[in-house]
């Protein structure tokens, strides 16, 4: 109350002796008398938490060095295991196949696909405008949320932009599986932008969800978030965001350094697999912890 003074009530630990109302339970048996006034009281808690943090710091750094430690040894025999597989199942070597040279302007690609010259420079013109909204507007963004944690970082940022074949592949068979404009082809392809920030594997957790809640802070759109590391190929987390002004779609992976050099290990398979020639469960022997997300 207003009227009275700052008097710890009855049974708190900081409450004097002579501060007794008279009233107070008596004191449990085997109890100690609380010598300490409430500063001293403090500055030893402050003490003890600060120990328990230390220990339990170099308890999860011994834990990630010895992670570390086993999945450097595991590279090792996984950059053997596939070296085995491309002895056993070589890239297929085809034939070239002569054809007819491709009018000034458009685009061939793998499996026979084509762009004529109007199509194709639609597409151009399209990844012009992704690589602009990418400079202006979402790399100078992402960069900003990376400054709020200097706990983790952006990796492969120089890849940032999807390559132009790549793109043009996709489009081209999303308008001919789906029927769709090439305007929308071009605006479904969720990753002709893409990022990767990169944790330390005792704030993955951690990171990943404050991370999450700083791009919605920024104004993009979560449009889908995909957990994959409970299954047998890719390890880690993916999500597709839409920048609201232009609607521009990109999207963010969130790894640790393991999961992040196993993606790359693994590329050259996915690659294949992706391709269908051939068995690559190699994909699926590199062991990873799963964080609890």
């Not at 199942?89 to 109007?118: C, F, I, M, Y």
């Not at 081209?172 to 944790?199: G, N, W």
């Not at 987390?237 to 963010?252: L, T």
Request: aromatic share 10%; net charge negative; with cysteine.
């Amino acid at each position: 109350m207003p009227e009275e003074g700052d008097v710890p009530p009855d049974g708190h630990a900081d409450r004097r002796d002579d501060q007794s109302s008279g009233s107070r339970a008596a004191r449990p048996p085997g109890a100690e008398t609380e010598t300490r006034n409430r500063e001293e009281y403090y500055v030893d808690l402050r003490v003890a938490v600060s120990t328990e943090e230390s220990v339990t710091a170099r308890r999860t750094a011994a834990a990630e060095q010895d992670a570390s430690a086993k999945w450097d040894e595991k590279v090792t025999e996984s950059r053997w295991i596939w070296s085995e597989y491309q002895r056993k199942w070589p890239p297929e070597e085809r034939t070239p196949t002569d054809r007819p040279a491709h009018p000034p302007g458009s685009w061939r690609g793998d499996g026979n696909r084509e762009l004529d010259r109007a199509a194709n420079s639609q597409v151009e013109e399209a990844c012009d405008r992704i690589a602009e909204r990418e400079e202006r507007q979402i790399s100078p963004a992402l960069r900003t949320i990376e400054s709020e944690d200097p706990d983790r970082h952006l990796i492969g940022f120089d890849d940032r932009l999807k390559g132009r074949d790549r793109i043009k592949e996709k489009v081209y068979d999303t308008v001919e599986e789906f029927d769709r404009s090439l305007e929308d082809a071009v605006s479904l392809v969720p990753d002709t932008i893409r990022y990767t920030f990169q944790y330390r594997e005792a704030r993955y957790t951690e990171g990943v969800w404050a991370d999450i809640g700083r791009l919605k802070d920024y104004g993009f759109k979560l449009d889908k978030l995909s957990n994959s590391w409970s299954g047998e190929q890719y390890k880690g987390v993916n999500s597709q965001w839409i920048e609201p002004e232009a609607g521009q779609r990109f999207e963010v992976q969130f790894h640790t350094r393991i999961s992040y050099e196993g993606k790359q290990l693994t590329h050259t398979a996915y690659e294949r697999l992706r391709s269908k020639q051939g068995d690559y469960s190699f994909i699926a022997f590199l062991d990873f912890s799963a964080p609890k997300l």
